[in-house]
């Protein structure tokens, strides 16, 4: 195994859609990793323009968007606003 690296986390009061939290959530579960290292993975491969998933996870995302009835996709990243709160 490589040599760890050191890094200094904060604590961060991010807002995201609820069921793609859910999705986020259960797949994190699935490869027994927190919820933060699942995150930081999925955003050091975007940043090298890498896919942070094999076959196997992305069929569990799809299993886990189908429960979750999640039907959002990356053509919906620009458009999505916050529901009113009235």
Same mark, same amino acid.
């Given at each position: @195994?490589?040599?760890?690296?050191?890094?200094?986390?904060?604590?961060?009061?991010?807002? /995201?859609?609820?069921? @793609?939290?859910?999705?986020?959530?259960?797949?994190?579960?699935?490869?027994?990793?927190?919820?933060?290292?699942?995150?930081?993975? /999925?955003? &050091?491969?975007? +940043?090298?323009?890498?896919?942070? +998933?094999?076959?196997? !996870?992305?069929?569990? /995302?799809?299993? &886990?968007?189908? /429960?979750?009835? @999640?039907? &959002?996709?990356?053509?919906?990243?620009?458009?999505?606003?916050?529901?009113?709160? !009235?």
């Amino acid at each position: @195994m490589a040599d760890k690296l050191t890094v200094e986390r904060v604590q961060t009061g991010l807002r /995201i859609e609820k069921r @793609m939290l859910k999705v986020l959530k259960g797949l994190a579960e699935y490869h027994d990793m927190s919820l933060g290292d699942l995150v930081e993975g /999925i955003v &050091l491969h975007a +940043f090298e323009g890498k896919s942070a +998933f094999g076959d196997e !996870s992305l069929a569990r /995302i799809q299993d &886990l968007k189908r /429960i979750y009835g @999640m039907e &959002l996709e990356a053509k919906d990243a620009h458009r999505l606003q916050e529901a009113s709160s !009235s």
